[in-house]
C-alpha cells in the first residue's frame, strides 16, 4: 500500500483479529488513526461523548456479540478517563484492545500536551504496550493483540506514539494467533466419585463459565447429571436459565436466607470459574458448603479466598466435560435440586409479598418494577444493568435465560456503566430488536451524557431509570448509623424525560410499575430509536440485603 502509516498498520492488526467497531472520542493526537477508520470500510466507528463511556461501551459490545472491540483515546486525561472501563474489563474477563496515542518519544519529559507515565496503567489492564518506535510497532502490537484474545482474555493498552500512526513505515502487518493455554489435571476421578457420592451437591457458576465456550451447556449437564440446585455469581447470572427449576439465586449480600441455608447444608459444592470476589460472597461470608470443588483457568484464584478440598486447573468446559465423562451416567441419588430450588424461591416470594413489596401502590417499588420490565422484555432482547442498590434486587428478581442477554459489571462494581454498555450492545445487534437499560437515577447521572450518543446513532435503546432520588445502596447501608446519625444521601429528583428530550430521546415519566410495564411494552414495538423511562420509585423501600435477611424455616439435612 502507498504512503502506508502506522495508523494503518495498527488499524490492519486490529482488522485481522476481527474487531470490527473501533469506539473512541477524537482527539488532536489520535486523528492519524481516527482517518484510517473513517476512510476505510472494514471497521466501524462510534463516536461516545466521554472517555468514561468508551471503554464500557466496547465492553457491553463484547458481552453479547463475543466480539472484541477497539477504542480510542488520547494520552493523559483521555487514558485516566478510560481506566474506570479498563479495569471493569480486566475483571471481567473482556478483551478490549485500547489505544492510546500516546506522546511521542522525544517530547517525553518536556511537558508536552496530555503527557502521563505510561506505568501508569499497569495494574487496570491485562498487559500495558508501550511502542517507542516504527520498528518496534508490529511486534508490540502483534502481542499486545495475542495477549488480549489469550484466556483467560483481558484488556491490552496499546501505548502508540501519536508520531508514529502518522508516519509511513515498511513495517509488514501484525499477524494475530492467540494463545490456548490447558492445564494436566490427576484429580478427575477423585471429584466425579465426590460428586457421585453426594447427597446434597451444588452447583457454582462464575464468569468464567460464562467465558468458556460452552460453559452454559456444561452447566446445565452438570446440574442434570447431579440433579443439584444451581446458584452463580454476578458475571455467573444468565449462565444457568433463571426458568429452570434448578435455579438458586445469585450470591452475595442479598442472597436470600433459605439459599443459604441451602449453601450451608450441601455436602459437596463445585465452584465452576470463579474467585470467589468480595462482591459475590458477601465479603467470604456465604457458605460453600462441606467440601468444595473449585474448577479455574487462573491457578492464582484457587485457595485465594476459599480453601479447596480439591482443585482442578483449567478451562470451565474442557473440565467439565471430562467431569461428565467420569461420571459416567452416575450421580443424582441426592437431594431433588429442583425441589430445594422450588422450596428456598417460594418461601422468599412469600417473604417479600409480607413487606408488601408486590401491593402495585404509587410509587412503585424495585423488585414489582424489574417483575413488570421483565415480562415486557422479549427473551432475546438483551438488557445491561448499571450500579447500585436496583441491582442487588434484580440479581435475584431479574430473570436472566442467556449469559450473552443479560450484562451487568462483576467486582469492579463502578457506577455509570449501564447506558455505555446498552449502546455497545445496540451496536452490536444485526436487527433492530431494542435492548433494555436497567439503571437507577444515581448511576444514570454518571453518564447520562450518552444519551445524545444513543440518538446520533438512532440506536434501539430502551433506558428504564428506577428513580428513587436516593443513593440508596449508601443511605440503605448498615453501616450507615455509625456515621451519618441518620443522614440519607437523597435529593431532589431531576425531571429524566425532560432532561432526555433535550438530547433528542423520547422520554416517559410513570409512577407504578404496571404503567412501567407499558411503557417499556410500547417502546419496545416502536422500535423507534432511543426512549427513556423514569419510573418514581419509593425512596424508603427496603434493600435488597435487608430484604433476604429473614428467619428462613427450611432445614435441608
Known amino acids: 500500500m502507498a504512503d502506508r502509516t502506522g495508523g494503518d498498520l495498527v488499524y490492519e492488526a486490529l482488522v485481522g483479529a476481527g474487531v470490527e467497531l473501533l ?48 477504542t480510542l483515546t488520547v494520552p493523559g486525561p483521555g487514558d485516566t478517563n478510560a481506566m474506570h472501563g479498563l479495569k471493569n474489563a480486566y475483571e471481567d474477563c473482556v478483551p478490549i484492545l485500547h489505544v492510546s496515542a500516546d506522546a511521542n518519544p522525544e517530547d517525553r519529559g518536556k511537558s508536552p500536551i496530555h503527557e502521563i507515565e505510561p506505568g501508569t496503567f499497569d495494574n487496570v489492564v491485562k498487559r500495558n504496550v ?37 508516519e509511513e513505515v515498511e513495517a509488514p502487518a501484525a499477524s494475530v494467533t492467540p494463545e490456548r493455554v490447558s492445564y494436566d489435571n490427576d484429580t ?5 466419585d465426590l460428586l457421585a457420592e453426594a447427597d446434597r451437591p451444588v452447583i457454582y457458576a462464575g464468569g468464567g463459565a460464562r467465558r468458556s465456550q460452552d460453559g452454559p451447556r456444561v452447566v446445565r449437564e452438570l446440574a442434570a447429571a447431579l440433579d443439584a440446585p444451581v446458584v452463580t455469581s454476578y458475571k455467573g447470572k444468565g449462565v444457568f436459565p433463571e426458568d429452570d427449576d434448578r435455579w438458586l439465586g445469585v450470591t452475595g449480600s442479598h442472597t436470600p436466607a433459605g439459599a443459604r441455608e441451602a449453601l450451608a447444608a450441601a455436602d459437596v459444592a463445585l465452584a465452576l470459574g470463579t474467585d470467589f470476589d468480595g462482591v459475590t460472597t458477601a465479603h467470604w461470608d456465604v457458605p460453600m458448603g462441606e467440601t468444595l470443588v473449585h474448577v479455574n483457568l487462573v491457578p492464582e484464584d484457587v485457595n485465594a479466598s476459599y480453601e479447596a478440598d480439591v482443585a482442578i486447573v483449567d478451562d470451565v468446559t474442557r473440565a467439565g466435560d471430562r467431569l461428565l465423562e ?53 427473551r432475546e432482547s438483551p438488557v445491561a444493568t448499571d450500579v447500585g442498590g436496583f441491582r442487588l434486587w434484580a440479581m435475584q428478581r431479574f430473570e436472566a435465560h442467556d449469559p450473552d442477554r443479560f450484562v451487568t459489571a462483576g467486582s469492579w462494581a463502578g ?55 436516593d443513593y ?66 419509593e425512596t424508603e423501600e427496603p434493600s435488597a440485603a435487608e430484604a433476604a435477611e429473614y428467619e428462613t424455616s427450611l432445614s435441608f439435612d
Open 326 to 378: 467420569e461420571l459416567d451416567g452416575r450421580g443424582g441419588g441426592g437431594w431433588s435440586g429442583a425441589d430445594v430450588a422450588r422450596r428456598v424461591r417460594s418461601e422468599y416470594d412469600d417473604h417479600l409479598r409480607d413487606l408488601g413489596l408486590f401491593d402495585g401502590d404509587s410509587p412503585a417499588n424495585t423488585p414489582e418494577l424489574l417483575a413488570a420490565v421483565r415480562e415486557a422484555t422479549p
Open 23 to 70: 469506539v473512541g472520542l477524537p482527539g488532536t493526537q489520535t486523528l492519524p488513526l481516527d482517518r484510517v477508520v473513517v476512510q476505510r470500510d472494514e471497521m466501524a466507528y462510534l463516536m461516545a461523548r466521554h472517555e468514561t463511556a468508551v471503554p464500557h461501551v466496547a465492553w457491553g459490545y463484547y458481552e453479547t456479540t463475543g466480539r472484541p472491540a477497539a
Open 188 to 192: 478427575y476421578a477423585e471429584v466425579a
Open 415 to 469: 457506577m455509570g456503566v449501564g447506558l455505555p454498555a446498552a449502546i455497545g450492545a445496540a451496536a452490536g445487534r444485526d436487527d433492530d430488536r431494542p435492548v433494555v437499560c436497567l439503571t437507577g437515577d444515581g448511576g444514570l447521572m454518571m453518564c447520562v451524557h450518552e444519551l445524545h450518543t444513543a440518538a446520533e446513532y438512532g440506536l434501539n435503546v430502551v433506558v428504564v431509570v428506577s428513580d428513587n432520588a
Open 472 to 537: 440508596g445502596i449508601i443511605s440503605k447501608s448498615p453501616k450507615i448509623m455509625q456515621y451519618t446519625d441518620q443522614h440519607e444521601f437523597t435529593w431532589d429528583r431531576p425531571d429524566f424525560a425532560e432532561v432526555a428530550e433535550g438530547f433528542g430521546v423520547r422520554g416517559t415519566s410513570v409512577d407504578t410499575a404496571a404503567a412501567a410495564g407499558e411503557a417499556v411494552a410500547a417502546a419496545i414495538e416502536r422500535r423507534s430509536g432511543p426512549e427513556l423511562v423514569d419510573v418514581t420509585v
Open 130 to 166: 508501550t511502542v517507542e518506535d516504527e520498528l518496534d510497532l508490529p511486534g508490540r502490537v502483534e502481542g499486545g493483540i495475542e495477549t488480549a484474545l489469550t484466556p483467560p482474555y483481558g484488556p491490552v493498552r496499546l501505548g502508540v506514539p501519536s508520531g508514529v500512526l502518522a
